[in-house]
């Protein structure tokens, strides 16, 4: 549990939940994009993320693509989506 909490408890790995959590697979150029994080930086991340067994990954060519994992025990999804909705109601009010 501890290693799930801390995966998710990072900003840089929580913005990229927020973007594999849509259920698609993504680029880690993509992430890397959009998080604007180098490509080292980015690949340490997703990799905390797989070792706490949030997030699959799969080698395409020179890149690897990331996605949720769909055999995450439902509790501990449901933790990810809450942390997600929270942060969400949080930016809205902030807003």
């Known amino acids: 549990m501890q ?6 408890a990072d900003p840089v790995r929580l913005a990229a939940l927020r973007i594999v959590w849509d259920g698609g697979e993504h680029c880690v150029c993509e992430l890397m994009t959009k998080l604007d994080a180098t490509q080292s930086r980015m690949s340490r991340h997703m990799k905390t993320l797989k070792l ?6 799969r080698r395409d060519a020179q890149w690897v693509r990331y996605r949720r994992n769909p055999d995450l025990a ?3 999804t449901a933790v990810i989506d809450a ?4 942060e969400s109601a949080s930016e809205r009010n902030a807003a």
């Open 83 to 86: 942390v997600l909705a929270a």
């Open 74 to 76: 439902p509790e501990l």
């Open 52 to 57: 706490a067994g949030i997030i699959i990954d």
């Open 3 to 8: 290693a799930f909490l801390s995966a998710i």
